[in-house]
């Protein structure tokens, strides 16, 4: 099995022109993390010296610093530092959905020609988990195809014949039996399967320590508070239109409401970078930027397959993965998530709507 791997390419050019070595990005981040070159040099496995004499290459082309000594305090960035730090953890996270997305069309494309058979292919909402179930998948010897879309847009591909698997999540409680009755509108009754995959705490990321006191949805609509969205089509944007309307909060109000991004890490990145106050998020994606939490609910998330794949070998051995041992333990590791019931198929009658299958 051929997997690829697509990543981007920086190219500065000023009096000359000179490509980014994403070592010196990891070495920074070690630096605001640790404020020890020593340390940041050791993660990133490289020694001192060429550590520090890599920092010293792009301080000369950029004719200014990116780090700075301060006796008995050790090494920090310098605002230059911080923003090109936070610059590439944003375009990462911005485009590496994207990326992934191109990799897999093409991965199976060469595949199927390579072997003549087919993979099994996901579209899912962006979830940290799911890129989990996908590495255990390739460790097993068998592929999936995974493409991140918006909730809404995956189940609409599982109907169009797209995909095989569409991933999308329902929060527990009253929002929960809301969305459950539009997503009941994606798919057709009796056609189709759920299959539990993990539970996870969605809530507001805000920048370390809260220094704005951002507490609940409301406080989106103060003057000083400046959010960043989710994309349409996602769960998460619909999970917040959802509580802005059951308090009663005009999207006018919110500063940054037609902000963007496409994954819960470009919304954690802006904020860890002081690009925005605050975005609807998973605990996880706030844990990795290192930002603070409010959680807000907790929600389900599903898989949900056409009925008649069910026995086939690619499903049965999905599920196995799902119901395994390591799966549990890696999900159960990401701050916020569960695995428990991972693998378990929801019954659903015939006659019976998706919207009812989905009900709390």
Known sequence: MIRIDIRPVWRFRGDTERELDFMLVNLLAEVAATRKLTCAA??????????????????????????????????????LGERLLWSARRAQARLAPELENLAAEVSREINESLRGGTVLAIQASHDYAIGTLRDLAADAGFELDLQYKGSFDALAALRRGECDIAGFHVPEG????????????????????????????????????????IATVA??????VRMVNRQRGSGTRALLEFMLSTEGIERTRLRGYDNEEMTHGAVAALIAGHQADAGLGIHAAAAQYGLD???????SYFLACRAADLDSRRMRSLLALLRGERFAQLAGALPGYSAEGAGDLLAIHPTASFGDALAP
């Not at 000369?60 to 301060?70: D, H, I, R, S, T």
């Not at 406080?219 to 000083?224: K, Q, T, V």
């Open 42 to 79: 050791e993660a990133a496995g490289v020694s001192y010296r060429h550590a520090w004499n890599l920092i010293a290459e792009w301080e000369a082309f950029f004719a200014a610093p990116l780090v700075v000594k301060e006796r008995g305090r050790g090494t920090r960035l310098t605002p």
């Open 174 to 213: 009253r929002l929960g039996e809301l969305m459950a009755r539009r997503y009941s509108e994606c798919l057709p009754p009796g056609e189709h399967r759920l299959v539990r995959f993990v539970t996870r705490s969605q809530g507001l990321m805000v920048r370390a320590g809260n220094p704005k006191g």
């Open 219 to 224: 406080d989106l609509g103060r003057a000083d």
């Open 293 to 299: 939490f409010v959680p807000l609910c907790a929600e």
